[in-house]
Each structure stands twice: as structure tokens, then as C-alpha cells.
């Protein structure tokens, strides 16, 4: 079946640092790719999203491209910002007909001053 | 004007007893979705409802029924509630069940003692 493994976290990092989080996953066919964001206390949030190879989804200096060859989709950002501090979703959604989203067990990142 | 609104927001309850969520959507959207989320921030989905019509019923205990009265409105209640039970349960919707992007609520934090 379809699933999503992101990288364990948390992961702590200076403010300005380069962020990478790592997302892949298996699924037959061409799913859809995505990152959601949950701030404290709140829902999920859709950040970006990818929907066929080699895509790139990009949104608030974050971006993501869809490597069909690596079945990968890692998060990265240039320099991060306290305020960027939340969990971090991998998320697809298959060709079948049942159109879950299938999520990724979340990574958090801290980002200190 | 939330868009994706769930009462209560928190909910501490004892062991044996019922109880319900409410949600509400004010997009327009033709689907709707229950997810739950453990301690460890893993992401579930359970149920989903399109057009009022159930479309998706994952694993879940029969202890749990969703209820759709209207395609703005998907409550869902709780019967007999377990502490495994303990989890916060987020709302979504989407414009139409293959959307690419779902819309998530606040959630409810749900304590069973």
C-alpha cells in the first residue's frame, strides 16, 4: 500500500540556518505530493505541493520537488526563521479511487534565536 | 469567518462515557473528513464523507460514528470512550474528493480519564 517515511525529529537549528527535512515514499503510479505545517495549537496547514515528477512546489522561502527516480520529496529552506518553528507534514494522495491523504509521522522543527 | 470549525475545543471526560464532536465548514465544499492524531503526532485518517454520502470508513472501532446532516456539517460521536481514545481529532474538508488540498480545523483535544 502507500505510505510515507519523513525523518525522525526533533530537528533544532540557529536561526538563518538551511533546513532540510527528508520525505519519501511508495506508491504505484504518480500520486500527488505534499507538505502540510501545524503550528502550536493549531490545525494543519497546506504549505506546498507537487503533483507530477520533477514539479517543484515552493511557498514562505520553502521548497520541495518531486524526484520520481528517488521517490522522494524533502523539504528545504534557505534560512529559517523562529516563527518557523511547527511539525512538518509529508503527505500524498494516491491514483486510487479513495483520494486519502496519507501522512508521514510529522517531524518538529525548533528554531532558536 | 473560520473557515473549518470544530466544538468542542477541548474535551476531558471519563472513561465509559459519550460524547460528540461537531464540525462545520463554511467553503462550500462537497467533502469532508475525520483524522485522528496520537500522542506522537501520527496522523490518521478515519472517516470521509462526500456529499453526505460516507466514502471512506478506515479500521476504526464501531464505537465511533460519524454523521453527516448536511455536506456543511460532520459530527462525529463517541460511544464508550476508551483512554486509548485520548488523541486530538481534526476535521478537514475539500472542494470535491479528488481536490488536492484539504482545509483542517483547529481539532479537538480529547481527554478520556
Known amino acids: 500500500g502507500n505510505s510515507v517515511t519523513q525523518m525522525e525529529g526533533p530537528v533544532t537549528l540557529s536561526e538563518e540556518a538551511f533546513l532540510t527535512i527528508n520525505c519519501t515514499y511508495t506508491?504505484?503510479?504518480?500520486?500527488?505530493l505534499f507538505w502540510y505545517v501545524q503550528y502550536p495549537g493549531e490545525g494543519l496547514q497546506l504549505l506546498l505541493k507537487a503533483t507530477k515528477a520533477d514539479d517543484k512546489g515552493s511557498n514562505k522561502g520553502f521548497e520541495a520537488t518531486y524526484r520520481k527516480e528517488t521517490t522522494s520529496f524533502h523539504l528545504e529552506k534557505g534560512s529559517v526563521q523562529v516563527s518557523d518553528s511547527a511539525v512538518y507534514f509529508c503527505a500524498l494522495k494516491g491514483m486510487d479511487s479513495s483520494y486519502k491523504l496519507i501522512f508521514g509521522s510529522g517531524t518538529r522543527l525548533l528554531v532558536r534565536p | 469567518d473560520t473557515a473549518v470549525s470544530q466544538t468542542p475545543k477541548y474535551l476531558v471526560t471519563q472513561m465509559g462515557n459519550d460524547k460528540s464532536i461537531k464540525c462545520e465548514q463554511n467553503l462550500g465544499h462537497d467533502t469532508m473528513y475525520w483524522y485522528k492524531q496520537d500522542s506522537k503526532k501520527f496522523l490518521k485518517i478515519m472517516f470521509s464523507y462526500n456529499n453526505k454520502e460516507l466514502i471512506i470508513n478506515e479500521t476504526v472501532p464501531n464505537r465511533f460514528s460519524p454523521k453527516s446532516p448536511d455536506k456543511a456539517h460532520l459530527n462525529l460521536h463517541i460511544n464508550s470512550l476508551e483512554l486509548g481514545d485520548s488523541a486530538v481529532y481534526f476535521c478537514?474538508?475539500?472542494?470535491?474528493?479528488?481536490?488536492?488540498?484539504?482545509?483542517f480545523g483547529p481539532g479537538t483535544r480529547l481527554l478520556v480519564l
Open positions: 478537514a474538508s475539500s472542494q470535491v474528493r479528488s481536490s488536492e488540498t484539504q482545509y
Open positions: 506508491a504505484t503510479g504518480y500520486p500527488s
